[in-house]
């Protein structure tokens, strides 16, 4: 157990629907990455946050958004779903913002868009 | 930006034989390379890395050794149990705080 939590486990929905994805990082830890791993892309980095502040973005389409809460945990907001948005998505936490922090990542989100 | 190439996508290995993954780097500015493992329906989960200031790093069965020049990085698992099958990922991390990973490599420890 990597003491990052991320809720809901599996989300399923519809083309054109809106969901939230949630994580905790683990105690402590102030920087909050997003990842979506797909079959045929693997992993990308979608965008990294710390204490609240966005520090870089990735890949991250323009229909998805995300954000960090004064207490630390962070929602990434998915909308208008398309089926190649089906995916599982991890955040990971870390101490700080420097590269090189160990990145602890949470079990995910099965997200399937019907 | 970073593009992270890593081979072989498959590996299958006897048990107590090594195992050797590469990656390679195109980004000059990337100054640290992690290495994870993810089993069926985890996360990844870190397993050894490496920063641009060093050339080697061990830790009991698990080595990894980079070199910059050559902008290239690989994974060396040596006496291959059948608990290390798994999916492995190589990473190369900017200052930024991007990550940019490669496909993966499926690795099979036949008992």
């Known amino acids: 157990d990597s003491g990052v939590t991320q809720t809901p486990k599996h989300l399923i929905t519809a083309t054109g629907q809106r969901v939230t994805l949630r994580c905790s990082p683990r105690s402590g830890d102030l920087s909050v990455y997003w990842y979506q791993q797909s079959l045929d892309q693997g992993l990308q980095f979608l965008i990294h946050?710390?204490?609240?502040?966005?520090?870089a973005k990735g890949n991250i389409l323009e229909r998805f958004s995300a954000q960090q809460f004064p207490d630390l945990h962070s929602e990434l907001n998915l909308s208008s779903l398309e089926l190649g948005d089906s995916a599982l998505y991890f955040c990971?936490?870390?101490?700080?913002?420097?590269?090189?922090?160990?990145?602890?990542f949470g079990p995910g989100t099965r997200l399937l868009v019907l | 930006g970073e593009n992270v190439e890593q081979h072989p996508s498959t590996l299958s290995v006897q048990e107590g034989d090594s195992a050797v993954i590469k990656c390679t780097y195109s980004d000059s500015a990337s100054n640290y390379f992690p290495w994870y493992k993810q089993e069926l329906g985890k996360g990844p989960q870190l397993i050894i890395d490496i920063r641009s200031n060093v050339g080697e790093k061990k830790d009991q069965r698990i080595a990894v050794t980079l070199n910059k020049t050559a902008k290239h990085f690989s994974l060396h698992i040596t006496e291959t149990q059948p608990e290390d099958s798994a999916v492995y990922f190589c990473a190369a991390a900017t200052n930024a705080g991007k990550s940019t990973f490669g496909d993966g490599t499926t690795l099979t420890v036949k008992p």
């Open positions: 990971a936490s870390s101490t700080s913002w420097e590269s090189g922090e160990t990145q602890y």
């Open positions: 946050y710390y204490n609240g502040e966005e520090r």
